[in-house]
């Protein structure tokens, strides 16, 4: 499917950096309107004392406010395995429509079993109030989004170009920090490798803003770049590297990597589109299942 890019409409996006997971999240803007978006919004999880914290989304809603902006949408680009999703707590201070991939269903139809979830927990993804398919747009005031299915890293994943700014989630990182893993349940580097280049075939001059960042080198933090620094620069797929190169650097690199330390919290909550489990008496709960990752 070809996409029509416009770069003539450049969103103003700002980043909200969470130093927990080393996610960035976004506030979209259209140009010289009041209508935004946010992309991939945090809530903050300490283990230790099993407590959630708002610092992350408070701050993405205080510049909101400040700004006098309209939440249209809270756009999840997959199902997080690294931090949990601030989703919901900020759809009830200013409304959006929470939307995440249609291939969320496969994720929920796993983890549901994984987690042992009973009948009550919904794997169609209706806990979202949008699931996009591939090539789906919407708009945001008078810009429109277009929703790119992107499987590799999660089955769910989809990247999302708003005007000449592109939001790639995890399929990409930084051209010195290169892609993604791809051994997660569903995940697969031959198809993570076809997404990358599904991302690199637009427009040399699209802005790519990534979701996660962790300084390689000790560098600054940070997360944009271009179609054309990735295809030129990137350490797993630049310089024209073959799909097979890739898919066995991939699955040699992923095979020396820890399981996120969020991965059991970040899931149970980020299927259900933020919402965190409750036992029957109303509380929240989390469930943490042995030997099963």
């Known amino acids: 499917m070809e996409l029509e890019i416009d770069l003539s409409t450049r969103p103003e996006v700002t980043p909200f950096f969470d130093p927990q997971s080393n996610t960035i999240s976004y506030v979209v803007r259209e140009p010289g309107g009041p209508a935004c978006a946010i992309i991939d919004p945090v809530m903050e999880f300490d283990p230790a004392a099993g407590r959630l914290t708002y610092d992350s989304a408070d701050q993405m809603i205080a510049f909101i406010r400040e ?5 249209d949408w809270i756009i999840e680009t997959h199902v997080h395995a690294d931090h949990l999703s601030g989703a919901p707590y900020i759809q009830e201070q200013l409304g959006g429509k929470i939307g995440i991939g249609e291939h969320v269903q496969e994720v929920q139809d796993v983890f549901g079993k994984i987690f042992n979830e009973g009948t009550e ?3 169609d993804g209706s806990q979202f109030d949008k699931l996009f398919s591939d090539g789906d747009s919407y708009t945001v005031g008078g810009m429109v989004g277009h929703a790119l299915h992107t499987p590799g890293h999660t089955p769910a994943c989809m990247v999302h170009v708003i005007g000449d700014a592109c939001f790639v ?4 990182f930084m051209p010195d920090g290169g892609s993604a893993r791809a051994d997660f349940p569903g995940g ?7 997404s990358i280049q599904r991302v690199l075939s637009l427009p040399d001059a699209t802005r ?6 962790y300084g390689p080198g000790g560098r600054a933090i940070s997360w944009e770049t271009t179609v054309a ?3 030129a620069e990137n350490i797993h797929v630049g310089g024209g590297k073959t799909r ?7 699955t040699a690199r992923d095979a020396e990597l820890k399981v996120p330390s ?3 919290p970040s899931l149970q909550v980020n299927m259900r589109a933020g919402d965190v489990p409750e036992d029957e008496d109303g509380n929240m709960v989390l469930k943490m299942p042995l030997n099963k990752l």
Request: charged share 25%; glycine share 8%.
């Open 121 to 123: 927990f919904q794997r």
């Open 169 to 172: 989630g995890d399929t990409l």
């Open 67 to 71: 700004h006098g902006l309209r939440l």
């Open 262 to 264: 969020l991965i059991l």
């Open 188 to 194: 697969d580097a031959g198809q993570l490798y076809d």
């Open 208 to 213: 790519l803003f990534i979701c996660h960042d």
């Open 229 to 231: 620094a990735q295809k």
């Open 244 to 250: 097979e190169e890739f898919v066995a650097f991939r």
